[in-house]
């Protein structure tokens, strides 16, 4: 269970983050400084109780449109090997020290747990509120066979990261009790190993309300799994969309 201290944080995540964004290839803005606001998010706990993780969603108001972002985030009490790609920055905790800010979708802690939940083994916790669970946040599988067989799958090892204008591909390599279950999946597979995608949306768009929480958003018939989770409009409307996607791996 995460613990929620209400302490001070130099720099704030929101500071770090404008610094940060530009530099992303999936970010919108001009060329003015980020204008970012808090619209939503959620938490995940890690096993271990290691690591801190926090999936924000953030408004950046700067331009003609204000335009929402999906930041997944961890925060560890020293620098991750091999994740130098990832780093945000560092900051001053109020009671824990330095912690270094990492970039998510670079951090196999999140990228296990975000897999989980699509699962549903791991439960969105709120952001603000120790041991309370965030039910606008919602992960499923597609109720096909293919997807069936992620169900009985895991993270294993290191995932392949690729940032672009639409948002970060993930490829996972997971392993699973049979062979047979991972090329069911419609993966890379040999034996009991596998290759899936898991695409993290970026620029976030709110759905039709019409669509209700189990929509899948338009991922397209070739999607394994949705998660999708609810954030504030500029003008204070609910909204809720697309947050992540698993899918088949490409041949």
């Given amino acids: 269970m995460a613990v929620i201290h209400h302490t001070t944080l130099k720099p704030t995540k ?47 108001r700067s331009g003609d449109r204000p335009v929402t972002y999906f930041v997944p985030l961890t925060y560890r009490g020293a620098p991750l090997d091999g994740a130098e790609r990832g780093l945000v920055g560092t900051l001053e905790h109020g009671l824990l020290g330095r912690r270094w800010i990492y970039d998510g979708a670079h951090d196999p802690v999140l990228v296990g747990q975000l897999f989980a939940v699509f699962q549903g083994r791991a439960v969105p916790q709120a952001q603000d509120v120790t041991d309370a669970r965030d039910d606008s946040v919602h992960g499923r599988l597609a109720e096909t066979a293919a997807a069936a067989a992620v169900g009985s799958s895991a993270v294993a090892g290191a995932a392949t990261v690729v940032d672009a204008a639409h948002g970060t591909e993930l490829v996972l390599h997971t392993s699973t009790g049979a062979g047979g279950e991972a090329e069911a999946a419609g993966a890379r597979s040999t034996g009991a190993r596998a290759t899936l995608g898991l695409r993290i949306e970026r620029v976030l768009a709110a759905l039709p309300r019409e669509r209700g929480v189990g929509s899948t958003g338009g991922a397209g018939p070739e999607c394994l799994g949705t998660l999708t989770g609810a954030w504030q409009s500029a003008d204070g409307m609910a909204q809720r969309g697309l947050l992540a996607t698993l899918h088949a791996a490409e041949r």
């Fill in 14 to 60: 929101l500071e770090l983050l404008t610094a940060w964004l530009p530099s992303r290839p999936w970010y919108r803005g001009a060329a003015q400084a980020p204008q970012l606001a808090r619209v939503g998010g959620f938490r995940l706990d890690d096993p271990q109780g290691e690591v801190g993780i926090e999936c924000l969603v953030v408004t950046d």
